[in-house]
């Protein structure tokens, strides 16, 4: 069995993004990549700042509503069947609501291989990355450094802090051609 689905879930700025591109170039094969930050770019611009869709507070806070709740299972299940009709798929989440967050995707992931990664790094980190990407509400990155990880368990963890992003593909990339958990 080989792994189908590689999910990072990381805090905004840990780093997630930097080890998707490396592991594309690490994998044998070809791999796709997917980030929750596409999918809110491809919302529309009503379901921005609206209380059905995604809003985000001056304090780095986010909260969602059922118009991208309902968009988010049709995204999950379009990537699911990518990864059944045989692409190698990575995923760079983050789990805002923890556990519920994951069961989301362990839904739409049933009967797949996947391997569950969980992308630490420590939140003054992430702040100082998150000034200087510029694209984000400041605070973010140290609210969601540890709150996305709480009552989650993983496959595989990397801690960005002091590990660059090739190091952490590596470390992934070697778990993910092992035997991966199978899903639920």
Not at 42 to 48: Q, W
Not at 52 to 73: M, W
Not at 99 to 123: F, I, N, T
């Amino acid at each position: 069995m080989t792994t189908d689905v590689i999910v990072l879930n990381g805090g905004s700025s840990s780093g997630k993004s930097g080890i998707v591109r490396c592991l594309q170039e690490v994998l044998p094969g070809p791999w796709m990549a997917f980030g929750v930050d596409s999918f809110v770019e491809a919302l529309p611009a009503k379901l921005r700042d609206s209380d059905s869709g995604i809003t985000f507070t001056a304090d780095g806070g986010v909260s969602v509503g059922a118009e991208f709740r309902a968009l988010e299972a049709a995204w999950t299940e379009g990537i699911a069947a990518m990864a059944r009709a045989g692409a190698g798929i990575i995923v760079d989440e983050v789990f805002l609501g923890g556990p519920a967050s994951r069961q989301r995707w362990e839904k739409a992931l049933s009967g797949l291989a996947v391997l569950w990664v969980g992308v630490r790094c420590d939140g003054e980190v992430a702040a100082g990355r998150e000034i200087a990407r510029g694209d984000r509400v400041r605070g973010m990155a140290a609210s969601q450094a540890r709150s996305v990880h709480e009552g989650l368990s993983y496959d595989v963890e990397v801690d960005t802090t002091h590990t660059e992003s090739l190091e952490c593909a590596r470390t992934i990339a070697a778990r993910a051609t092992q035997t991966p958990s199978p899903q639920r």
